[in-house]
T-cell receptor, first 113, second 114 residues
Framework: NAGVTQTPKFRILKIGQSMTLQCAQD?????MYWYRQDPGMGLKLIYY???????DKGEVPNGYNVSRSTTEDFPLRLELAAPSQTSVYFC????????????FGPGTRLTVT | KQEVTQIPAALSVPEGENLVLNCSFT??????LQWFRQDPGKGLTSLLL?????REQTSGRLNASLDKSSGRSTLYIAASQPGDSATYLC?????????????FGRGTQLTVWP
Protein backbone atom coordinates (compact mmCIF):
# COMPACT_ATOMS: atom_id res chain seq x y z
CA ASN A 1 0.00 0.00 0.00
CA ALA A 2 1.93 3.03 -1.30
CA GLY A 3 -0.58 5.67 -0.13
CA VAL A 4 -0.29 8.90 -2.13
CA THR A 5 2.53 9.13 -4.65
CA GLN A 6 3.73 12.16 -6.62
CA THR A 7 6.11 12.58 -9.52
CA PRO A 8 8.45 14.24 -10.19
CA LYS A 9 10.07 15.21 -6.87
CA PHE A 10 11.87 18.20 -8.34
CA ARG A 11 11.55 20.17 -11.56
CA ILE A 12 12.95 23.36 -13.01
CA LEU A 13 10.90 25.06 -15.73
CA LYS A 14 11.59 28.03 -17.91
CA ILE A 15 9.00 30.79 -18.10
CA GLY A 16 6.29 29.87 -20.60
CA GLN A 17 6.88 26.11 -20.47
CA SER A 18 4.15 23.66 -19.48
CA MET A 19 4.20 20.49 -17.43
CA THR A 20 1.99 17.98 -15.64
CA LEU A 21 2.45 17.01 -12.01
CA GLN A 22 1.34 13.46 -11.42
CA CYS A 23 -0.55 12.22 -8.36
CA ALA A 24 -1.89 8.75 -7.63
CA GLN A 25 -3.44 7.05 -4.60
CA ASP A 26 -4.17 3.39 -3.94
CA UNK A 27 -6.58 3.78 -1.00
CA UNK A 28 -9.74 3.98 -3.15
CA UNK A 29 -10.40 7.50 -1.87
CA UNK A 30 -13.03 9.54 -3.66
CA UNK A 31 -11.71 12.93 -2.55
CA MET A 32 -8.45 14.30 -3.88
CA TYR A 33 -6.82 17.71 -3.52
CA TRP A 34 -3.95 19.80 -4.82
CA TYR A 35 -2.30 22.33 -2.49
CA ARG A 36 0.63 24.64 -2.90
CA GLN A 37 2.96 25.75 -0.11
CA ASP A 38 4.99 28.92 -0.41
CA PRO A 39 7.92 29.55 1.99
CA GLY A 40 6.72 30.40 5.51
CA MET A 41 3.09 30.08 4.52
CA GLY A 42 0.34 27.59 5.12
CA LEU A 43 -0.92 25.36 2.34
CA LYS A 44 -3.49 26.79 -0.06
CA LEU A 45 -6.00 24.75 -2.07
CA ILE A 46 -5.61 24.88 -5.86
CA TYR A 47 -8.16 22.33 -7.11
CA TYR A 48 -10.11 19.44 -5.70
CA UNK A 49 -12.13 16.46 -6.88
CA UNK A 50 -14.90 14.51 -5.18
CA UNK A 51 -14.84 11.64 -7.65
CA UNK A 52 -13.93 10.57 -11.16
CA UNK A 53 -15.13 13.17 -13.64
CA UNK A 54 -15.86 15.79 -10.96
CA UNK A 55 -13.43 18.63 -10.28
CA ASP A 56 -13.70 22.20 -9.03
CA LYS A 57 -11.59 25.24 -8.24
CA GLY A 58 -10.10 25.96 -4.87
CA GLU A 59 -8.63 29.15 -3.49
CA VAL A 60 -5.80 29.74 -6.02
CA PRO A 61 -6.70 28.03 -9.35
CA ASN A 62 -5.34 30.56 -11.86
CA GLY A 63 -2.68 29.12 -14.16
CA TYR A 64 -3.60 25.50 -13.42
CA ASN A 65 -5.90 22.80 -14.75
CA VAL A 66 -6.86 19.35 -13.54
CA SER A 67 -8.63 16.24 -14.74
CA ARG A 68 -9.90 13.14 -12.96
CA SER A 69 -10.58 10.27 -15.34
CA THR A 70 -10.03 7.53 -12.73
CA THR A 71 -10.44 7.24 -8.98
CA GLU A 72 -6.68 6.69 -8.56
CA ASP A 73 -5.17 9.56 -10.57
CA PHE A 74 -5.43 13.34 -10.25
CA PRO A 75 -2.86 15.15 -12.45
CA LEU A 76 -2.25 18.90 -12.19
CA ARG A 77 -1.39 20.76 -15.39
CA LEU A 78 0.61 24.00 -15.43
CA GLU A 79 0.22 26.00 -18.62
CA LEU A 80 2.62 28.85 -19.47
CA ALA A 81 4.66 28.63 -16.28
CA ALA A 82 5.36 31.88 -14.42
CA PRO A 83 7.83 32.69 -11.60
CA SER A 84 4.83 33.10 -9.24
CA GLN A 85 4.22 29.36 -9.61
CA THR A 86 7.53 28.54 -7.93
CA SER A 87 6.35 26.55 -4.93
CA VAL A 88 6.04 23.11 -3.39
CA TYR A 89 2.98 21.22 -4.58
CA PHE A 90 1.24 18.63 -2.46
CA CYS A 91 -1.42 16.17 -3.48
CA UNK A 92 -3.73 14.70 -0.84
CA UNK A 93 -6.65 12.31 -0.63
CA UNK A 94 -9.38 11.41 1.82
CA UNK A 95 -12.21 8.94 2.10
CA UNK A 96 -14.71 11.77 2.46
CA UNK A 97 -17.73 12.18 4.69
CA UNK A 98 -17.41 10.73 8.16
CA UNK A 99 -13.77 11.63 8.64
CA UNK A 100 -12.18 13.83 5.96
CA UNK A 101 -8.80 12.78 7.36
CA UNK A 102 -6.34 13.69 4.63
CA UNK A 103 -3.26 11.79 3.57
CA PHE A 104 -0.50 13.66 1.78
CA GLY A 105 2.04 12.79 -0.87
CA PRO A 106 5.74 13.73 -0.54
CA GLY A 107 5.41 16.84 -2.68
CA THR A 108 6.90 18.23 -5.90
CA ARG A 109 9.32 21.14 -5.60
CA LEU A 110 8.93 23.34 -8.69
CA THR A 111 11.14 26.26 -9.67
CA VAL A 112 10.22 28.54 -12.58
CA THR A 113 13.07 30.74 -13.89
CA LYS B 1 -13.59 32.78 5.67
CA GLN B 2 -11.85 30.50 8.13
CA GLU B 3 -8.44 31.70 9.30
CA VAL B 4 -6.01 29.60 11.30
CA THR B 5 -3.21 31.09 13.39
CA GLN B 6 -0.34 29.28 15.09
CA ILE B 7 1.74 30.64 17.94
CA PRO B 8 4.67 30.70 18.34
CA ALA B 9 6.07 30.77 14.82
CA ALA B 10 9.32 29.23 16.07
CA LEU B 11 10.43 27.53 19.26
CA SER B 12 13.86 26.32 20.37
CA VAL B 13 14.17 24.23 23.53
CA PRO B 14 16.60 21.83 25.22
CA GLU B 15 15.90 18.14 25.16
CA GLY B 16 13.54 16.87 27.86
CA GLU B 17 11.23 19.87 28.10
CA ASN B 18 7.45 19.57 27.90
CA LEU B 19 6.08 21.78 25.13
CA VAL B 20 2.78 23.41 24.19
CA LEU B 21 2.04 24.52 20.63
CA ASN B 22 -1.00 26.70 20.08
CA CYS B 23 -3.52 26.87 17.25
CA SER B 24 -6.52 29.19 16.97
CA PHE B 25 -9.28 29.40 14.35
CA THR B 26 -11.80 32.14 13.67
CA UNK B 27 -14.93 30.08 12.90
CA UNK B 28 -15.78 27.61 15.65
CA UNK B 29 -18.15 25.61 13.41
CA UNK B 30 -15.59 23.00 12.43
CA UNK B 31 -15.90 19.37 11.40
CA UNK B 32 -12.49 18.32 12.66
CA LEU B 33 -8.99 19.56 13.40
CA GLN B 34 -5.82 17.84 12.28
CA TRP B 35 -2.21 18.26 13.48
CA PHE B 36 0.57 17.47 11.01
CA ARG B 37 4.33 17.19 11.20
CA GLN B 38 6.51 18.35 8.30
CA ASP B 39 10.22 17.59 8.12
CA PRO B 40 12.41 19.84 5.93
CA GLY B 41 11.90 19.06 2.25
CA LYS B 42 9.33 16.39 3.06
CA GLY B 43 5.58 15.91 2.90
CA LEU B 44 3.05 16.15 5.71
CA THR B 45 2.58 13.37 8.22
CA SER B 46 -0.71 13.27 10.11
CA LEU B 47 -0.16 13.16 13.87
CA LEU B 48 -3.61 13.49 15.40
CA LEU B 49 -7.14 14.13 14.21
CA UNK B 50 -9.79 15.44 16.61
CA UNK B 51 -13.42 15.25 15.57
CA UNK B 52 -15.65 18.18 16.59
CA UNK B 53 -17.39 16.01 19.20
CA UNK B 54 -14.09 15.13 20.90
CA ARG B 55 -12.10 17.12 23.44
CA GLU B 56 -8.70 15.49 23.01
CA GLN B 57 -6.65 12.80 21.32
CA THR B 58 -3.45 11.12 22.46
CA SER B 59 -0.70 9.27 20.64
CA GLY B 60 2.41 8.33 22.56
CA ARG B 61 4.04 11.51 23.89
CA LEU B 62 1.60 13.71 21.96
CA ASN B 63 -1.69 15.03 23.28
CA ALA B 64 -3.95 17.38 21.35
CA SER B 65 -6.90 19.18 22.91
CA LEU B 66 -9.78 21.01 21.27
CA ASP B 67 -11.95 23.82 22.66
CA LYS B 68 -14.38 24.72 19.90
CA SER B 69 -16.17 27.44 21.87
CA SER B 70 -12.96 29.45 22.19
CA GLY B 71 -11.62 28.44 18.77
CA ARG B 72 -8.43 26.89 20.15
CA SER B 73 -6.40 23.73 20.05
CA THR B 74 -3.14 22.88 21.77
CA LEU B 75 -0.57 20.22 20.95
CA TYR B 76 1.31 19.03 24.00
CA ILE B 77 4.63 17.24 23.49
CA ALA B 78 5.98 15.49 26.56
CA ALA B 79 9.69 14.94 27.22
CA SER B 80 10.83 16.44 23.93
CA GLN B 81 13.63 14.81 21.92
CA PRO B 82 15.90 16.08 19.11
CA GLY B 83 13.94 13.82 16.74
CA ASP B 84 10.86 15.96 17.41
CA SER B 85 12.50 18.84 15.52
CA ALA B 86 10.19 19.71 12.62
CA THR B 87 7.46 22.13 11.62
CA TYR B 88 4.06 21.40 13.14
CA LEU B 89 0.98 22.43 11.17
CA CYS B 90 -2.57 22.77 12.39
CA UNK B 91 -5.52 22.57 9.96
CA UNK B 92 -9.33 22.56 10.24
CA UNK B 93 -12.25 21.39 8.12
CA UNK B 94 -15.32 23.63 8.30
CA UNK B 95 -18.60 22.04 9.39
CA UNK B 96 -20.39 23.30 6.29
CA UNK B 97 -17.81 21.80 3.97
CA UNK B 98 -18.92 19.16 1.49
CA UNK B 99 -15.44 18.58 0.17
CA UNK B 100 -13.37 18.45 3.34
CA UNK B 101 -10.87 21.11 2.34
CA UNK B 102 -8.33 21.98 5.02
CA UNK B 103 -7.53 25.50 6.17
CA PHE B 104 -3.93 25.58 7.35
CA GLY B 105 -1.98 27.71 9.77
CA ARG B 106 1.58 28.76 8.90
CA GLY B 107 3.08 26.31 11.35
CA THR B 108 5.38 26.31 14.36
CA GLN B 109 9.02 25.46 13.61
CA LEU B 110 10.34 23.44 16.54
CA THR B 111 14.01 22.83 17.29
CA VAL B 112 14.96 20.53 20.16
CA TRP B 113 18.68 20.59 20.94
CA PRO B 114 20.61 17.92 22.88
Amino acid sequence: NAGVTQTPKFRILKIGQSMTLQCAQDMNHNYMYWYRQDPGMGLKLIYYSVGAGITDKGEVPNGYNVSRSTTEDFPLRLELAAPSQTSVYFCASSHGGGSYEQYFGPGTRLTVT
Amino acid sequence: KQEVTQIPAALSVPEGENLVLNCSFTDSAIYNLQWFRQDPGKGLTSLLLIQSSQREQTSGRLNASLDKSSGRSTLYIAASQPGDSATYLCAVVDRGSTLGRLYFGRGTQLTVWP
